[in-house]
Every structure is written in C-alpha cells, then in structure tokens.
C-alpha cells in the first residue's frame, strides 16, 4: 500500500466514521484537536485502523503522534 492509498483510506474514515469536515484534514492538523477526541474516541480510532488496515496500534504509539502526519506515518510503518 503506497503512503497516498494511506493518506485516502485514513480521510475516508475519518470522514465518514468520526464527521471531520474535509477542510480540516490536512497533515499538519493536530490530531485531538481535529477529530475533538475523548479517551473513548481514541478506542474507537484504534478499532478503525484494525478494521482498515489489518495493523495493530498500541498505547505507546500514541506518545509519537500529534499531528496527521504523525498519524499516517505510524499506520505505514505498522504497514511496512
């Protein structure tokens, strides 16, 4: 999976699944802020990239991520 098919599968849903407008999605974009996350929404976007990615995320790797950037990075080096 390249970094764009990434970058579009983890838009999408964001989109469809946590209601982010499309105008706020952009990498540098703070990820809590964006997606106004609560502890039970981070469950809820670690079950997402599961479910999308087939990858398995961990606490800790939280602690490395701030940005969507961060975000998509961490889902491809799940990947990889």
């Known amino acids: 999976m390249t ?4 970058i579009l599968k ?3 849903f964001l989109i469809d699944e946590f209601e982010v407008d499309e105008d706020e999605i952009f990498p ?3 990820l809590k802020e964006t997606l ?3 502890s039970l ?4 976007l670690v079950v997402s990239v599961e ?3 087939n990858v398995k995320l961990d ?12 975000f ?4 491809e080096k799940k990947l990889n």
């Open 3 to 6: 970094k764009e098919d990434i």
């Open 10 to 12: 983890t838009n999408t």
């Open 28 to 30: 540098e974009a703070n």
């Open 36 to 38: 106004e996350l609560d």
């Open 41 to 44: 929404d981070y469950v809820d």
């Open 51 to 53: 479910s999308n990615f």
């Open 59 to 70: 606490a800790e790797d939280f602690l490395e991520i701030e940005t969507l950037q961060n």
């Open 72 to 75: 998509y990075d961490i889902i």
